[in-house]
Structures are given as structure tokens and as C-alpha cells.
């Protein structure tokens, strides 16, 4: 095992085991949910992916090592601190090698997965090519981590803060197949469709199963993401949401916010111009892909 990274018991024991391991994020507690709900969400997702047949694995950086498997104490510390740094591939090593707190975000989750031997990871949303990339250029390192990492990403799609149909077709260059289940169009992550039609579908766990494996032992380099529709239920209407996150665009742009702030700030205004609407629909859509997520890892491991 590589010398930065340190297993929880709980994860250790599930790797001697042969259990699949679920990896999950640390920015999505830190920077992406208000407290205590971030903490709460945190724990239910473990709790779901054990209940489902895997291992959670909740990873940040603590103290100069990336922990793969947090304590409770330790998600209630990245819920409630408010003096941890997001932490992307180019932030990386400087954070581990300076020994303070970091939550690290879908790439640097991925980095540390597939440091730990672990290929599955279930998140809310991916970071992408933000709107209004013409005049000022903004691509998250998710997308570059998925062209380069053999990691599985189980999330809703992403955010219409985005330009999503710019994210999918940068997706395309980079190789990076994008599964709907049980869908056909790319979920926006509060709606259940972004009306952009996605080149691989299925209902079919068992089918996405195996198409990951070939992939993989094509060795054709890189993730994949299986976009998991918000449940019916929970989805809240496309007008609505679609105002809300024109508006919280609209106030970034004008505060001038930008670089690794802006995913966080436009976040956090969407949550609050909803009244806490956006953060209970996150919270449900995130728990669902924590269910798929682990019942895919099980199949993927399956004999
Ligand atoms: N999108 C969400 N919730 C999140 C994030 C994105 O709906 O919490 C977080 C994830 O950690 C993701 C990061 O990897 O934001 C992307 O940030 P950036 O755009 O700065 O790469
Ligand atoms: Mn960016």
C-alpha cells in the first residue's frame, strides 16, 4: 500500500474479507452541505452501503496521510469545521506534505481509491466545464481525473451551474463512457433529465457490471460514470430549480467569485434561495446512489 495512505479497521477488515469497498468524498461534507445535515448525510450513505452488502469508505486528509475510512468524531470534524481546504489533484500534495486538514473532492477522491486498490465511488454530483467558459475558462479536474483513473463514479449527473452539454462532450473526447440507468437522458442532478441524450444506457445492473470490467481489462485507461436519476419523488420541478440556479450564477458573476470558490459559493446560495428545498433533494438523491452504487460493487465482485 502506498505510505500516504492509512485504512480504517472497518475498511481493512473489509478489504481481508473481499467485500466491495465503496469509496465516498470529504468536499461534499465540507464545502457542499450546510451543518449538521452534511454530517448526518455522511453517516446515513455509510450506513446504506453497509446495509447493501459493501464497505464505506469516507476519505480526506488528516495529519500527512489520506485516511480511507473516517471515524465519527472525525465526519463530525470535516461537517463542522469551517478551516478545511478542498482539495483537487493540484492541491494535493501540498496539503499532505504540510499536514493539515483537507476533504478532497470527486478527483482527489478518485486519486485515493485507486491508491487503495478501491474501484467504486459514489458522490452527489461531478464538477465540469462551468457556463460561460467562452470568455473565462473553467473545467474541473474531475473530468481530467476521469479521462486518467480507473475508478467508477455512481453520482446524478451534475448541476445545471454547468454547462452540461459542453461537460458530456468533454466527457466524449476523453473516452470517459457515461451510463445512464434506468435512463436515456442524462440526469441534471435535482431533475431527473436534462433533455441530453446519452450514448449508453441500461437497466441492468449486471450489464453495466460487465461492461466496466471490459473496459477495464481492454485496459482502456480511465472511469466511468453511472448517472443515477434523483428518485421520482424527490426531483424538484425544472422551472423552478433552473430560476434558482440562474440566479445564484448571476450573484457569482457579479461578486466576481471564481477558481475553486465558485462550486462551493454557488452551492451553498442555491441552498439558500431554495430555503433548504435543494439540500433535502441532494441528501435523497445521494442516499439512492449510495443503494445502486453499492449493489452495482457487489455484482462487479460477484464470483
Ligand atoms: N457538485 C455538487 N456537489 C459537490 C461538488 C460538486 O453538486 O459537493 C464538489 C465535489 O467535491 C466536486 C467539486 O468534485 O465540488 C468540484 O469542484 P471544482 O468545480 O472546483 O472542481
Ligand atoms: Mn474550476
Not at 159 to 177: H, M, N, Q, R
Not at 213 to 234: C, F, H, M, R, S
Not at 271 to 287: C, Y
Request: hydrophobic fraction near 45%; proline fraction near 4%.
Amino acid at each position: 500500500m502506498n505510505k500516504y495512505i492509512m485504512l480504517s479497521n472497518e475498511v481493512k477488515n473489509g478489504m481481508e474479507k473481499g467485500l466491495p469497498i465503496i469509496a465516498l468524498e470529504s468536499t461534499i461534507i465540507s464545502h457542499g452541505m450546510p451543518y449538521p445535515q452534511n454530517v448526518a448525510m455522511a453517516r446515513e450513505v455509510e450506513q446504506i452501503i453497509r446495509d447493501n452488502g459493501a464497505v464505506p469508505a469516507t476519505i480526506a486528509i488528516i495529519d500527512g496521510k489520506i485516511r480511507v475510512g473516517l471515524s465519527d468524531d472525525e465526519l463530525e470534524m470535516f461537517g463542522i469545521s469551517k478551516s478545511i481546504a478542498k482539495v483537487s489533484r493540484r492541491d494535493l500534495a501540498n496539503v499532505v506534505s504540510s499536514k493539515t486538514l483537507g476533504a478532497t473532492t470527486v478527483a482527489t477522491t478518485m486519486i485515493a481509491a485507486k491508491l487503495a486498490g478501491i474501484k467504486f465511488f459514489v458522490t452527489g454530483g461531478l464538477g465540469g466545464v462551468h457556463r460561460g467558459w467562452e470568455t473565462h475558462l473553467d473545467i474541473s479536474a474531475d473530468l481530467e481525473e476521469l479521462a486518467n483513473t480507473d475508478v467508477t463514479v455512481i453520482c446524478a449527473g451534475a448541476k445545471s451551474i454547468l454547462d452540461l452539454p459542453a461537460t458530456l462532450e468533454y466527457l466524449e473526447t476523453k473516452g470517459v463512457p457515461v451510463i445512464g440507468y434506468k435512463t436515456k437522458n442524462l440526469p441534471a442532478f435535482f431533475t431527473r433529465d436534462s433533455g441530453l441524450p446519452l450514448a449508453l444506457s441500461s437497466d441492468d445492473i449486471s450489464h453495466i457490471a460487465n461492461m466496466i470490467k471490459t473496459k477495464w481489462e481492454l485496459k482502456l485507461q480511465g472511469g466511468v460514470v453511472v448517472a443515477n436519476p434523483i428518485p421520482e419523488a424527490d426531483a424538484l420541478a425544472p422551472e423552478y430549480i433552473d430560476s434558482i440556479i440562474e440566479n445564484a450564477v448571476k450573484e457569482a458573476e457579479e461578486q466576481n467569485i471564481i477558481g475553486k470558490d465558485i462550486t462551493p459559493f454557488l452551492l451553498g446560495k442555491i441552498v439558500e434561495l431554495t430555503g433548504g428545498k435543494s439540500l433535502e433533494a441532494n441528501i435523497k438523491l445521494v442516499k439512492h446512489n449510495a443503494k445502486v452504487g453499492a449493489q452495482l460493487a457487489v455484482e462487479f465482485f460477484k464470483n
